[in-house]
């Protein structure tokens, strides 16, 4: 099968879940993701928001600000046409509707300078398959803002969003690892 209908199927299953269901799998969720070992490094964390029933990291993110970590999310430049990742500490706050209707961190805050400062990186996805390959929107931002990047890389999904095997380009970066409810 081709990317674009295995995203249609996945996105289309997506829109069926209710908010019940992404509100009690994003919490399991984020249980999970305070024993996964990658991310103990105190330095900091790169985050995405989600939008429409993406599973949510944002509790177990929240949780991290409490207790001094830094959290980094993606933004758009609009003058480099690229994403750069900025340093956030109130979730309820820092954010405003951006590109393609993400929310984004408002544009007074500063980027971060050096990427390398992130030790972890939460990546959202259409679908995931064992081997770390990952299916986004189909724009390449991921694969693009990750190209350089070789700290581990976690995608984030449901567990049904999981299969066997995806098609994978050579442009597409892969996980590191994944994590489910
Ligand atoms: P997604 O990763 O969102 O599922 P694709 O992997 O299908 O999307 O990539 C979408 C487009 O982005 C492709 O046309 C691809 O050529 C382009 N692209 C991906 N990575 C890069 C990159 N590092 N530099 C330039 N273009 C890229
Ligand atoms: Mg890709």
Redesign the pocket.
Known sequence: MS?ASIRQEFIDKRHTMSPEDVSAHSDTFCQNLDSVPELESVKPIASYYPLGNEISPLCYIKAQIKKGRRVVFPRHNSKTESYEMVPVSDLDNDFISGRFGVMEPRANLDALSDLNDISAWLIPGIAFDHQGT???????????LL?QESRVKIGCAYSWQVVETLPR?T??VAMDCLVTE
């Open positions: 990317k990952r299916l986004g929107f189909g724009k390449g931002i991921y694969d693009r190209s380009e442009h597409d």
